[in-house]
């Protein structure tokens, strides 16, 4: 196998956790988290030879994972006209939310999608000058963000948590 792929396929996977958690953020069914997954994969080895090493791997690898996502929620958008619904609102089934880990992640989805990602990145174990560098933002800004997040998540999460718990 040739260098550059190998070095690749070693990068890949060694961060294919963070794709995969965005994946499962920014994507509803399982058949459009492996689309989401390889559309991503393929974006990487398209510019990895033009990766010039500026910033950390993760960062780069963060970044074009989360604009390709990006990209393909705003196609997606404009294929289908939907009705904005709140979480409080989505049909979610004891089943869909099987743990709290499942539970998080729907109610993560409800999120912006600045702050799903400023979830994710947290989530994954990214300080906030890191987050910030990623996302373009300040320190200042992610941390005042990460704390409103928590508290809407909590918020929510106890809501769901509830509803779904009671007999």
């Known amino acids: 196998m040739e260098p550059l792929r190998q070095n690749f396929i070693q990068i890949i996977d060694s961060y294919k956790g963070i794709i995969r958690s965005l994946c499962k953020v920014y994507c509803s069914s399982h058949e ?35 604009n390709t996502l990006l990209a393909k929620v705003r196609t997606e958008k404009r294929k289908i006209a939907i009705e904005h619904m709140d979480v409080a609102e989505l049909p979610i089934s004891t089943a869909m939310a099987d743990s709290d880990v499942e539970l998080l992640y729907i109610v993560v989805q409800s999120l ?22 990623m ?33």
């Open 32 to 66: 459009d988290k492996k689309d989401a997954f390889q559309d991503i994969i393929l974006q990487l080895w398209k510019s990895f030879e033009t990766f010039k090493g500026e910033s950390k791997i993760s960062t780069w690898i963060y970044s074009v994972s989360l």
């Open 135 to 167: 996302l373009g933002l300040t320190m200042t800004n992610v941390s005042t963000r990460l704390n409103r997040i928590k508290g809407e998540l909590k918020t929510k999460f106890e809501h769901h948590h509830h509803e779904f718990r009671q007999p």
């Open 112 to 133: 912006k999608e600045v702050d799903k990602a400023i979830v994710i990145l947290y989530l994954e174990g990214y300080k906030n000058k890191e987050i910030g560098q």
